[in-house]
Nanobody, 124 residues
Framework: QVQLVESGGGLVQAGGSLRLSCAAS????????MGWFRQAPGKERDFVAG????????FYADSVKGRFTISRDNAKNMVYLQMNSLKPEDTAAYYC?????????????????WGQGTQVTVSS
């Protein structure tokens, strides 16, 4: 069972930036599609960004497109989420996840392993 550990969350003013990191254990990281999701209190867990196994293909929720960038370093078993131009509505717990599929997906049900989450709070 892979372990995913997120870091990099915090409190930032609107318009600011944060970079989230996710460290993955296991030898199969480079064979896994990875994603970031977020969940605000009282709301469902929503897809934010995904990245293919090689990193050459990325996809985003419309709400973050142009502001967030997902990337990965397969040599280090790491996936990142660079978040720029943050807005108060980006406030949520952010989760790194590993897909059970070989093709990219935006569905939480297609992801089999999850980190514990890191809180991002954007003040207005």
């Amino acid at each position: 069972q892979v372990q995913l550990v997120e870091s990099g969350g915090g409190l930032v003013q609107a318009g600011g930036s944060l970079r989230l990191s996710c460290a993955a254990s296991g030898r199969t990281f480079s064979s896994k599609v990875m994603g970031w999701f977020r969940q605000a209190p009282g709301k469902e867990r929503d897809f934010v960004a995904g990245i293919s196994r090689s990193g050459d293909s990325t996809f985003y929720a419309d709400s973050v497109k142009g502001r967030f960038t997902i990337s990965r370093d397969n040599a280090k078993n790491m996936v990142y989420l660079q978040m720029n131009s943050l807005k108060p509505e980006d406030t949520a717990a952010y989760y790194c996840a590993e897909s059970r599929l070989i093709n990219p997906s935006r569905k939480a049900a297609d992801f089999s392993s999850w980190g514990q989450g890191t809180q991002v709070t954007v003040s207005s």
